[in-house]
């Protein structure tokens, strides 16, 4: 086999295809505190755009992240808060985030 035929090594950090794109709020445990109107859009490049709603304004807060395994890792360099969470592709396609036990379940929108 020549050097050219050989596999290409898998990347720890490679996105799934499901995960990218835009995944609105379901519901969540009481214990996760999320805002009204809660969605993420994964993109490619590990940028990540977070929206919710305050009193009737969007606002979006642009954030990076990757992935290793079946964590998911989130950062904002504006604010250095970075959260890392368990994520699973659930029954029905919805994505579920386990942070620590408490759990929250997102929809893709189309």
Request: charged share 20%; with cysteine.
């Given at each position: 086999m020549a050097d050219?035929?050989?596999?290409?090594?898998?990347?720890?950090h490679a996105v799934p295809d499901w995960l990218l794109g835009r995944?609105?709020?379901?519901r969540a445990e009481s214990a996760l505190d999320?805002?009204?109107?809660?969605?993420?859009?994964?993109?490619?490049?590990?940028?990540?755009?977070?929206?919710?709603?305050v009193e009737g304004h969007a606002q979006t807060v642009p954030l990076i992240y990757q992935v290793e395994g079946d964590?998911?890792?989130?950062?904002?360099?504006?604010a250095t808060h970075a959260v890392e969470t368990h994520y699973a592709?659930?029954?029905g396609g919805v994505l579920v985030l386990d942070f620590s036990g408490a759990r929250?379940?997102?929809v893709k929108e189309t």
């Open positions: 050219d035929d050989a596999p290409l090594p898998l990347d720890p995944w609105r709020l379901l999320f805002a009204p109107g809660v969605c993420m859009d994964f993109r490619r490049g590990g940028r990540l755009l977070y929206s919710f709603s964590v998911l890792r989130t950062d904002n360099p504006a592709l659930g029954a929250a379940w997102f």
